[in-house]
Each structure stands twice: as structure tokens, then as C-alpha cells.
T-cell receptor
Framework: NAGVTQTPKFQVLKTGQSMTLQCAQDMNHNSMYWYRQDPGMGLRLIYY???????DKGEVPNGYNVSRLNKREFSLRLESAAPSQTSVYFCASYYRGGNEQYFGPGTRLTVT | DQQVKQNSPSLSVQEGRISILNCDYTNSMFDYFLWYKKYPAEGPTFLIS?????DKNEDGRFTVFLNKSAKHLSLHIVPSQPGDSAVYFC??????????FGTGTSLTVIP
């Protein structure tokens, strides 16, 4: 059981470049999330998906798109990266009725 | 507007003493509260939770207290150990799959 996996672990982009962060979970959870963590800001929700085929905006969705490819995978896309998107990104999954979210190890993204 | 607040960015405690981490919330609809622990370069991991129907939940050295009238919860770690040094996030949810996180408190346990 790998839990929640994220790729890549590190990425450096130039302003205007695009990229997709990948996330997968093997726990058969319905809900998946993307957060960003910035100093002094805690974990802020970018997008979440309550089930396969559905996505909803969180607190800070601007500049991002998501895709719930299937029950296992939830990707986050930056179409035109900006320095303000420099952050650590965490994917998480959750089983309704369970106790907690499970988090991946994070992707550290730097936009120059 | 931050619905879950952790007003102490950092806390230092001597090994063996009690660590008390605090969290306040504004949304009275929150009915489930959690604490996560995060080490550098790792994702947060679940520590302990409490439902709004309770005012205390204990798991080994960790106890969470909930004061609904004050919209306040706290995490007590007794005794504190150097391995407890990490960032602690509190989180809350309101009968949904959406969770709201505080800004975190960095705990340092001094040997």
C-alpha cells in the first residue's frame, strides 16, 4: 500500500511555462484534494474532488486547473506559471466516514 | 477570512514537560476537529481528532480538548519528547468533505 503518491518531488519552472502535478492514491478513497503550503499561511485548499468526475474550487483556485482522471488519480495543472505560485503542493485523499485525510509527500515548486 | 486560527507560530518546551498548542475557530457549524503533525519535507500525518459531541479525546501522550462555547480547542502533549518537534496544524470540517486548516505552530522540544 503506497498511500498517496505525488510526482515530481521538485520542479523549477520559468514564468509562463506550464506543468502538471500528478497525484494517485491506492486506498479507494472517494475524495481527493490539492493544497498549497506557504510560510505563515498554513494549508490552503486549491481544488477538491468529492468523487470521480466532479471537481470544486477551494480557497485559492486562480491560475490552476484540475482533472479527476479516475478514482485513483487527481492532477493539478498550471497553464502559465507565475512566481506567486512558488509553493509546496500537497495532494490528499479522504474516505467519507473515515477519521482523517491522508497526504502525499509534497511537490516543491519554484517559479523564477 | 481564516476560519481556523493558530495564533502562536512557535512554541519551545523542555523535554518531559507539557506542550499545549491552541487553536480557535469562527464557524459554529464545524463539528469535527483534527490535529496533524508535519515534519520537514514530508506531508502532514494525522495525530488525533475530536467530534463536537465530546469535549475531550485522549490517545496516549496526546489529548485534545474542545470548548465549543469559546470555539477553542487545544492539544496537550505529556510528556513532551524531542521527537515531537514538528509543525502542528489544527483542522476543522462541517459535515462535508472539505477541511479548513490553521496556519500551524512549530513546536521545539528541548532535550
Amino acid at each position: 500500500n503506497a498511500g498517496v503518491t505525488q510526482t515530481p518531488k521538485f520542479q523549477v519552472l520559468k514564468t509562463g511555462q506550464s506543468m502538471t502535478l500528478q497525484c494517485a492514491q491506492d486506498m479507494n478513497h472517494n475524495s481527493m484534494y490539492w493544497y498549497r503550503q506557504d510560510p505563515g499561511m498554513g494549508l490552503r485548499l486549491i481544488y477538491y474532488s468529492a468523487s470521480e468526475g466532479t471537481t470544486d474550487k477551494g480557497e485559492v483556485p486562480n491560475g490552476y486547473n484540475v482533472s479527476r482522471l479516475n478514482k485513483r488519480e487527481f492532477s493539478l495543472r498550471l497553464e502559465s506559471a507565475a512566481p506567486s505560485q512558488t509553493s509546496v503542493y500537497f495532494c490528499a485523499s479522504y474516505y467519507r466516514g473515515g477519521n482523517e485525510q491522508y497526504f502525499g509527500p509534497g511537490t516543491r515548486l519554484t517559479v523564477t | 477570512d481564516q476560519q481556523v486560527k493558530q495564533n502562536s507560530p512557535s512554541l519551545s518546551v523542555q523535554e518531559g514537560r507539557i506542550s499545549i498548542l491552541n487553536c480557535d475557530y469562527t464557524n459554529s457549524m464545524f463539528d469535527y476537529f483534527l490535529w496533524y503533525k508535519k515534519y520537514p519535507a514530508e506531508g502532514p500525518t494525522f495525530l488525533i481528532s475530536i467530534s463536537s459531541i465530546k469535549d475531550k479525546n485522549e490517545d496516549g501522550r496526546f489529548t485534545v480538548f474542545l470548548n465549543k462555547s469559546a470555539k477553542h480547542l487545544s492539544l496537550h502533549i505529556v510528556p513532551s519528547q524531542p521527537g515531537d518537534s514538528a509543525v502542528y496544524f489544527c483542522a476543522a470540517s462541517a459535515v462535508s468533505d472539505q477541511f479548513y486548516f490553521g496556519t500551524g505552530t512549530s513546536l521545539t522540544v528541548i532535550p
